[in-house]
């Protein structure tokens, strides 16, 4: 069946460490999205890629880095430099030939520092 | 740009009542809006979304949704609930344009708590 994985779906980091979320689709989708989703806060973006090689910041990009090798692939980093990172991570794919701009999620990752 | 208005944080009703969560936008172009839910740790599903044509607009799970441009609203309905109704519920509005304006911006939430 045609998803989105994203994998760890727990994970714990101490202060200081880099940790990277992985997000893997099969769905032959050229854009991907990742949101932070934090309780009451409702969904933020923080990075986009329309296409693989490229992509844009989100509104909250600060403190996180992504790469965009393979369409299928779409990695989230989130730095050292990222102040508050415990939060719920979505990743999500959009066919742009679909205009509707209508997104398919995964499963999420939660992300607790300790 | 686009922005998205839940007027409820949090919806408690019974079984079998109806209920209705609120969403107000905000744009200075034409929209389409959505609807996802998110059962707790998972991502979201889409419930139902406006597009064109009729203003009112029916999902899974019986479901339903009204578009009202002079209001700037699209209010998602259920005549009777259910306990598996339960769930957080997104509105969201993309904008007609190209570049950032065809990204998804979602509303904060509204957490709807069926009671027995």
């Known amino acids: 069946d045609g998803g989105i994985t994203q994998s760890p779906k727990y994970l714990f980091r101490k202060e200081g460490q880099n940790v990277t979320l992985s997000c893997e689709q099969n769905?032959?989708?050229?854009?991907m999205y990742w949101y932070r989703q934090d309780p009451g806060q409702g969904l933020r973006l923080i990075y986009y890629?329309?296409?693989?090689?490229?992509?844009q910041k989100g509104d909250i990009a600060e403190g996180y880095s992504v790469s965009r090798e393979k369409k299928e692939s779409f990695p989230l980093t989130v730095t050292s430099a990222q102040k508050n990172p415990t939060a719920f991570y979505l990743c999500?794919?959009?066919?742009?030939?679909?205009?509707?701009?209508?997104?398919?999620f995964g499963e999420g990752s939660r992300l607790t520092v300790l | 740009a686009q922005s998205v208005t839940q007027l409820d944080s949090q919806v408690p009703v019974f079984e079998e009542a109806p209920v209705e969560l609120r969403c107000n936008y905000s744009?200075?172009?034409?929209?389409?809006l959505f609807w996802y839910v998110q059962y707790p740790n998972q991502g979201l599903q889409l419930l139902l979304k406006?597009?064109?044509?009729?203003?009112l607009v029916k999902g899974i799970n019986g479901f339903e949704a009204e578009f009202n441009k002079s209001q700037t609203s699209f209010h998602l309905r259920k005549p009777s609930v259910h306990i598996s109704d339960t769930a957080e519920y997104f509105c969201?509005?993309?904008?007609?344009?190209?570049?950032?304006?065809?990204?998804?911006?979602f509303g904060k939430g509204t957490k709807l708590s069926v009671k027995p």
């Open positions: 999500a794919s959009r066919y742009p030939g679909q205009n509707t701009g209508e997104l398919f």
């Open positions: 769905l032959n989708h050229d854009a």
């Open positions: 890629s329309q296409i693989v090689n490229d992509f």
């Open positions: 744009s200075s172009v034409s929209v389409y």
């Open positions: 406006y597009l064109s044509g009729s203003t």
């Open positions: 969201a509005v993309r904008g007609l344009g190209g570049g950032s304006q065809g990204n998804l911006i």
